[in-house]
């Protein structure tokens, strides 16, 4: 491949080694790494304390009445059954967590994290005063007669591009010739040993001063002093008490033989979380202060530093692989750098901007730590967060990994592509940031039945975190590459900022799904059958799906499906993988060498420069566009067999639900064949172009299905839903949720079947690479005619972005009232009822008897009572009225009256309150609810409508529900007297 270029392309073999560049044209990050690690430790400082403080509590929260009376078992409350009994019964459970088990006011959950800050400051604003205190330091000398040493500091500050000399001491204990600085930004003071100054080795004083200097021009110094106060307050303030308050819960309150199996995995992450954060919270520190010294020794030799400071002493001879993966190691650990890392950062500062593996394993370990404890956190005020709300707290850790991880591939990328060297794939980068989301999952245990379990019920739902990592990681690489080729301005900020923020955004909708969808596939939830099977046959109301194969079949690919667009952004994170890099593809690639890299370089380029190669658009539009086609013709073909299949409406459900799913196949199938023609043709930005080909694929095909569904019944041979030739869109000719649910299944499916095919592609490939004996040599395939303007592609390629758009705007208003539906308390109790499967688990005596206990302690029994004075007083009024012969209408008015009150007393028996946790009582308790809601309309309508067989039978049915409350009383008290508890005296009426 070949792009457009003023010279001719430098073969693949010619030397580029002397090729530097300007650290500082490149967004070091570092800023951006202290962030991350004030933001951990305010989170973790408010999540850690929380249930230290809330021991303290004068009423003590009733966290297990609320589970048991559930029918939840608490030794395993953290279980897919436990939470799925617990999403069943929303609504009172929600009531009783708010009523029973509240949380700590909102001024007690900022507490930790404001006095963390402040505690901090002071720490930060004394450290500048102890560290004068704690040496011998004095003042520096007054100048000679030829002005030293103040004229060479003034010579420095110059050259380092200060405004004018720091202050400068003199450390008369100092036993090294290195000197330091503290205090803060704007007023600095460097500490320098006695004689440094007035040694014969001027050289090496300049370089240790333009060191110092350095740090200051950088502005180091209040972040370095700042990351040292928050590090020792956390210690001292957070960590420390914190430990010591769970080994003391541990002493108390556990033994080892009478642990039940579900505490050993809880016991063991709370002993291992303390450490786990200790490690954490120290690498994030030794990392921003490590990164730093490496600039500064950088900036150092560029403003005339000799090199011969960092040559002291011999470099240490080379070991082997171990002892120098095990040296990597160790210099994570390290503040300051070692010698020979200093010294081949100066001759080659490649290691500034790599990407190394264990700090982002462990980006991806806090980015998991951030969310869990953000949610616990919020939890105890804000039971059921709002949709924005939810995103918002998704967003701290997509910006963490975003702004550390992103930042560094990103830089990564430019830095290979200035100096000419193999870029990063972003592969390796995302493996390890998912095997550390998926190590964080595991330690917080939140898709371990909450930390009940060693492992996930279903354990290869970890692997979603992986793939993720890997995918998000491999596109935002891609991404970086396209741009270094594409973009033709003075800097990669603007595109590196508007990547980054695509990137972050898909972060964003990652992390979200997987707190709301993918830890409870973890932990063993699956969808209802019956439940999808039974919404099917409301959306497609007609006869024909009572034991269709199609209905099962479509249920069980619906009810999975639903689970990929939950989230409202969805829509928005699959737009983004396609259009942003569409949008660079199309700007083409630049002529010779681009503004941005040719202002990054510092070094001598005698060379010619090598042609930035990028394949012609028109590789990927034309399978996007063909495939689009050919969905259209699929799609046609559909409709013709559905007629020629019953060409006579009045259609079944089961011809209206196949119509649906064979349009979704056809759509699918194209848009995956314009993938697969796109990734053989696109050179080394395959996951680009298979996304591209085929979003463009599958919107084009939804244009077309539209028209071809629009314009239904105009054609005979394509007439399918028999209703005439009128202009109507399939919104109207469908159910209102048949729609969106085909887009949002037909773009997302097909998003990420692209990520597949590009993967599984580039084994295949890379493999057969291995396999060939006799590669070709470099340069050896024929060149590419130079890319052309996309021309009337380019066109069509806006029309279908503007689909896009419009699909975007469509989806998210949908998805968002279903959001809403699904997370108010009564949403998610009848979104749980009807969609996930709740299994049933048998309960010993003991445990059922303190699960009826806690269910009438907590609210039952009013109900009851009320319910029991109710029956017995309706009874003794009509054997009143019988026996006074008052029979009159006038005289049914207290009758009605009690009526009434039943009737407001069944919704509690149905749903707004727990259901009984004995299967038995529940059962005679529903029908309580039912018969007494049915009758006291019946005897109401009755007495408005003098109606005497509506009245007498409305009285039928609650005397039927007096006997089934009797029934339930009964079956309870026997399961409480098995049990050992006393029967309250409304139960054994």
């Keep these: 491949m070949t792009g457009r270029s003023g010279t001719d392309p430098v073969p693949e073999t010619t030397d580029r080694s002397h090729l530097r560049v300007d650290e500082r044209t490149l967004v070091a990050g570092t800023s951006l790494r202290f962030v991350m690690l004030v933001v951990l430790l305010l989170t973790l400082s408010a999540s850690m304390m929380l249930p230290v403080v809330s021991q303290f509590r004068t009423t003590k929260p009733d966290y297990v009445g609320c589970e048991l009376a559930a029918g939840v078992d608490p030794r395993h409350a953290g279980e897919a059954s436990s939470y799925a009994q617990e999403m069943a019964q929303e609504v009172p459970f929600a009531a009783c967590q708010s009523k029973y088990a509240s949380g700590l006011p909102l001024w007690a959950l900022a507490a930790w994290p404001v006095g963390l800050v402040v505690v901090a400051g002071g720490v930060f604003a004394v450290l500048p005063v102890l560290m004068r205190r704690r040496r011998y330091i004095v003042s520096l000398p007054p100048p000679d007669e030829e002005g030293h040493p103040q004229a060479l500091l ?121 450490l786990v954060t200790l490690a954490l919270v120290y690498l994030a520190r030794s990392d921003v202060l490590r990164t730093r010294e490496l600039y500064a020794d950088l900036a ?57 593996a264990l700090p982002t394993f462990l980006v991806g370990v806090v980015a998991i730590l951030l969310s869990v404890d953000l949610l616990t956190y919020l939890s105890p005020f804000i039971y059921h967060m709002s949709m924005w709300l939810e995103q918002a707290v998704a967003l701290v850790p997509a910006l963490v990994v975003t702004g550390v991880v992103g930042v560094a591939l990103w830089r990564s990328v430019a830095f290979a592509a200035s100096t000419e060297r193999p870029a990063p794939s972003g592969i390796r980068v995302g493996f390890w940031l998912g095997l550390g989301m998926a190590a964080g999952d595991l330690l917080t245990g939140n898709s371990s039945g909450n930390g009940a379990q060693w492992w996930p019920t279903r354990p290869a739902a970890l692997l979603l975190t992986i793939g993720a990592g890997v995918a998000v990681m491999w596109w935002t690489a891609q991404c970086a590459r396209l741009a270094a080729r ?27 799904w997987w707190a709301l969808i993918g830890v409870g596939l973890a932990n063993g939830y699956s969808p209802s059958i019956a439940g999808v099977e039974a919404g099917l046959r409301a959306l497609f109301s007609a006869s024909g799906l009572e034991h269709s194969a199609t209905l099962t079949a479509a249920a069980e690919a619906f009810s999975w499906l639903n689970f990929l667009f939950l989230t409202p952004l969805v829509p928005v994170a699959v737009a983004l993988v396609w259009t942003v890099p569409a949008a660079a593809w199309a700007a083409g690639p630049t002529d010779g060498v681009p503004r941005w890299m040719a202002r990054v370089r510092t070094g001598p380029d005698d060379g010619r420069p090598r042609t ?43 011809f209206a639900l196949a119509q649906v799913v064979w349009i979704l196949l056809a759509l699918v199938a194209s848009a995956l064949g314009a993938a697969v023609a796109a990734f053989a043709s696109a050179g080394r930005f395959r996951l680009l172009a298979t996304l591209i080909a085929a979003e463009t694929a599958a919107l084009t095909g939804i244009l077309g299905m539209s028209l071809v569904v629009t314009t239904d019944g105009c054609l005979p041979v394509l007439n399918t839903l028999g209703r005439g030739c009128t202009w109507q869109p399939p919104w109207d000719r469908w159910h209102h949720q048949i729609f969106p649910f085909l887009l949002s299944s037909v773009v997302v499916t097909t998003a990420i079947l692209s990520f597949v095919v590009a993967g599984a592609g580039s084994v295949v490939l890379r493999l057969r690479r291995r396999g060939d004996d006799h590669p070709a040599p470099a340069g050896s395939s024929p060149p590419l005619a130079p890319p052309r303007r996309p021309g009337r592609l380019r066109f069509g390629l806006y029309g279908v972005a503007a689909t896009a758009v419009a699909i975007v705007v469509g989806q998210m208003a949908f998805l968002e009232r279903t959001y809403v539906m699904t997370t108010t308390p009564s949403g998610v109790q009848t979104a749980t009822r009807g969609f996930v499967h709740v299994p049933t688990t048998p309960v010993d005596p003991s445990l059922l008897a303190s699960q009826v206990h806690a269910w009438g302690r907590l609210g039952g029994l009013w109900i009851v009572n009320h319910a029991t004075t109710g029956s017995d007083q309706l009874i003794s009024q009509i054997n009143a009225a019988a026996a006074s012969k008052k029979t009159a209408w006038r005289d049914m008015g207290p009758i009605g009256t009690t009526c009434d009150q039943l009737g407001l007393l069944a919704p509690w028996a149905n749903g707004n309150y727990f259901r009984v946790p004995d299967a038995q009582a529940g059962l005679s308790w529903t029908r309580f609810g039912t018969n007494a809601a049915q009758g006291s309309r019946d005897c109401r309508q009755g007495l408005n409508q003098k109606n005497a067989r509506l009245f007498g039978q409305g009285l039928r049915e609650l005397a039927q529900a007096g006997k089934d409350l009797k029934a339930a009383k009964t079956r309870m008290a026997t399961v409480l007297r098995t049990g050992g508890y006393q029967v309250p005296p409304d139960l054994g009426k």
């Design 486 to 512: 594409t973009w033709r301005g003075r800097g990669l900020l603007v595109p590196m900022t508007l990547g980054l923020s695509a990137t972050c955004l898909i972060l964003l909708v990652w992390f979200s």
């Design 612 to 654: 930035l190669t990028l394949p012609p658009l028109r590789r990927v539009l034309v399978p996007g566009f063909s495939g689009g086609a050919i969905g259209t013709v699929m799609v046609i073909g559909v409709e013709a067999y559905l007629h020629h299949w019953q060409s006579r409406p009045p259609h079944s459900g089961h």
């Design 300 to 356: 150092a030799v560029r403003h005339g530093a000799t090199t011969r400071k960092w040559e002291v002493g011999q470099p240490p001879p080379e070991g082997s692989r171990a002892q120098a993966a095990w040296a990597s190691f160790t210099e994570l650990w390290r503040s300051h750098p070692r010698l020979e890392l200093r010294r081949h950062n100066l001759d080659d500062p490649a290691p500034v901007f790599g990407v190394q």
């Design 154 to 274: 003034e010579e420095l500050a110059l050259a380092a591009g200060l405004n004018g000399p720091p202050t400068v001491v003199l450390d008369m204990a100092a036993k090294s010739r290195g000197a330091e600085v503290f205090g803060t930004d704007r007023r600095p003071v460097v500490s320098v040993p006695n004689g440094l100054l007035d040694a014969e080795d001027q050289d090496g004083a300049r370089a240790v001063l333009l060191h110092e200097f350095a740090h200051i021009k950088n502005r180091d110094i209040t972040l370095t002093y700042a990351t040292v106060a928050l590090w020792r307050v956390f210690v001292a303030v957070i960590l420390l008490p914190y430990a010591v308050w769970e080994g003391e819960q541990i002493y108390r309150n556990t033994h080892l033989w009478h642990w039940p199996p579900t505490v050993t995995p809880g016991l063991a992450r709370a002993v291992l979380l303390p």
